[in-house]
């Protein structure tokens, strides 16, 4: 089987690649004004349409940008297991979404396809399923990347129409596992998870009461519309849901998960006298980022503070509840007793949390550059490996292995009675999470469980450890490509001279730490810095974004 090179040039005319632009596969795919976006969602299309001939296995395309405002858009490939599209093929997208003559087009498609025996290992046909967010453009850029994948003979398109990223990815990570892949069986297992961990709660007090409200900032977006069919078949636990899109809120303006976690802001419609120390936690535009806070009276008592459980407070929370139940399974069933546990970190994690995770619960920490698609990779060489980007991004996965070993045993074969129940309870939070990609409905309610097992209140959970100040800053530079790190983004190799620059402001703080990295979806160089006190990590932050902007500029290092 070849390309049908005519059905693929007359399906491209259609979009053509608007001039002058040049369109980079970001961090997690191409992001740009929806209204320049036609032609690349149209060949991401075609890219997905081939992926799935490659792979022989279902492969998932989605149409969102995320955090982004409500005028941009974008695109994401989910592989078969539900993760990232491969790296491997990045290259290609990229190539193939800025190639401007139709006749190359082919002629790249064609080139990849041979190089990398696309249709040696293909099956007869594929199938790439499709969904978007609530974007304006959405509707009219899922019938352009359905048309691109269409445009491959052997492969149909299957529209699902508005989903969170997250399901999407479960959808095809459940289709290509061969069990029910539903919007329906999605809600159902999580809230079986729940349920089976809920009711294995040691002493439960007040079985029929209804946990405690928490309030949830839907960013507007597609999350909150989606969090009614969780709600609906989910026992105890009271949800208040705002900032749903209607009444005039804007996606993702003054809301949302990026909003509270960078601003260290409330939402629009929180930070009420009355919701004083209640748990709130945030979504991001397409739900697949979490973060969590409260509000408590500030220290002079005249005002509202806001206190922010992010990304890494979630991964030590889950690392504290797994790891109890683990350890219970080590040491009574012997034959489990080298099952490995880790959990995968970025440079922005907050120093306290890695010296917590190594320090009190002598937890293998690993670092990786930013972007779902490393921590992901990482956190899936453990049995049980948990990753989580400071941003709140992350889930559990659990190796296929150790899944079907607990699975199998029967309950005769565990010694005693706690290490049955720690085997049902990991299996319970298997079910929960979701181990296609990080999910804001997943951790929700994992987080609620591990709360309500462990009868914490989210300020128990909050004083676990207490953050370092920390701060973050953007830099505009020329060409943010001349910028080039090691060492998982600690250190800088290029431009020559930054890092010991950023070494000399880092030893004038106290307990300082600091790097520098280029964005992948913004125009601009992200720096990191923390100290002991906020003063100190402003001044590092400010020290070394002046080093970025002058080195970066060619200006050179100052006297
Ligand atoms: C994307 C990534 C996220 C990363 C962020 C970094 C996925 C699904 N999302 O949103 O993991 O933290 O980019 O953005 O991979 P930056 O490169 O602009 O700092
Ligand atoms: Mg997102």
């Known amino acids: 089987m070849g390309l049908d090179a005519s059905r693929l040039i007359k399906a491209a005319s259609g979009f053509p690649l608007p001039p002058g632009i040049h369109f980079s596969y970001g961090t997690a795919g191409f992001r740009a004004d929806g209204s320049i976006l036609d032609c690349v969602v149209f060949r991401a299309g075609i890219v997905a349409a081939l992926r799935s001939l490659n792979t022989g296995s279902t492969i998932g395309l989605m149409i969102t940008a995320s955090h982004n405002p409500i005028q941009d858009n974008g695109v994401k490939i989910a592989d078969p297991n539900g993760d ?39 099956a007869s046909s594929g199938k790439v399923l499709l969904a978007r967010d609530t ?84 960013a507007n977006g597609v999350g909150a519309m989606k969090l009614s069919g969780l709600q609906a078949i989910i026992p105890n636990v009271q949800l208040n849901v705002r900032n749903c899109g209607s009444e005039g809120g804007i996606l993702n303006e003054l809301v949302g998960a990026d909003y509270v976690q960078k601003e260290r802001k409330f939402p629009q ?42 990304g890494d407070k979630i991964l030590t929370l889950l690392a504290i509840f797994i790891q109890k139940h683990l350890q219970e399974l080590r040491s009574e069933v012997h034959w489990l007793s080298s099952v490995n546990f880790g959990v995968v970190q970025t440079a922005y994690a907050n120093g306290a949390s890695t010296k917590f995770l190594k320090e009190n619960l002598g937890v293998e920490v690993v670092l990786t550059p930013t972007g779902v ?76 469980s591990a709360l309500q097992y462990m009868n914490w209140t989210i300020q128990d959970w909050d004083a676990i450890y207490k953050d370092l100040p920390s701060r973050q800053l953007k830099v505009k530079v020329q060409d943010r490509a001349v910028l080039r790190t090691t060492n998982s983004e600690t250190k800088v190799t290029h431009p020559q001279g930054l890092q010991s620059a950023i070494d000399m402001e880092v030893a004038k703080v106290t307990c300082g730490r600091a790097f520098v990295r280029p964005s992948g979806t913004e125009d601009v160089v992200r720096v990191y810095a923390e100290a002991a006190t906020q003063d100190e990590a402003d001044c590092l932050a400010r020290g070394v974004a002046i080093h970025v902007h002058n080195l970066a500029q060619g200006v050179g290092l100052p006297p």
């Open 84 to 122: 990232m599209l491969s790296q491997e093929w990045e290259p290609f997208a990229e190539s193939l979404a800025n190639e401007s003559n139709l006749e190359n087009v082919v002629q790249v498609v064609e080139d990849f396809m041979q190089k990398n025996g696309v249709f040696k290992v293909s």
């Open 373 to 448: 698609k490393h921590l992901h990779h990482k956190a899936a060489q453990y049995d049980i490996g948990i990753y989580f980007e400071a941003n709140g991004h992350g889930t559990v996965l659990f190796k296929e292995e150790f899944f079907a070993v607990l699975t199998k045993t029967a309950p005769s074969e565990f010694r005693t009675e706690a290490a049955y129940k720690a085997a049902r309870l990991l299996l319970a939070i298997s079910d929960v999470v979701n181990q296609a990609i990080g999910d804001a409905f997943s951790v929700l309610f994992l987080v609620e």
């Open 135 to 218: 974007r304006p453009s959405g509707g009219r850029l899922l019938d352009a990347a359905k048309q691109g994948v269409e445009a491959i003979a052997g492969v149909s398109a299957e529209v699902i129409g508005v989903l969170t990223t997250p399901q999407l990815h479960w959808m095809v990570r459940a289709t290509n596992r061969g069990v029910g892949a539903s919007e329906h069986d999605y809600y159902s297992q999580i809230s079986s998870g729940f349920k089976c961990i809920v009711d294995m709660i040691p002493m439960r007090k007040n079985l029929a009461s209804p946990s405690e409200l928490v309030i949830v900032d839907g």
């Open 269 to 310: 419609n929180f930070g009420h006298a009355s919701d004083l120390t209640k748990m709130c936690a945030s979504f991001d535009g397409d739900a697949d980022r979490i973060v969590f806070f409260y509000s408590q009276k500030s220290e002079d008592a005249e005002g509202i503070t806001l206190r922010l459980l992010d």
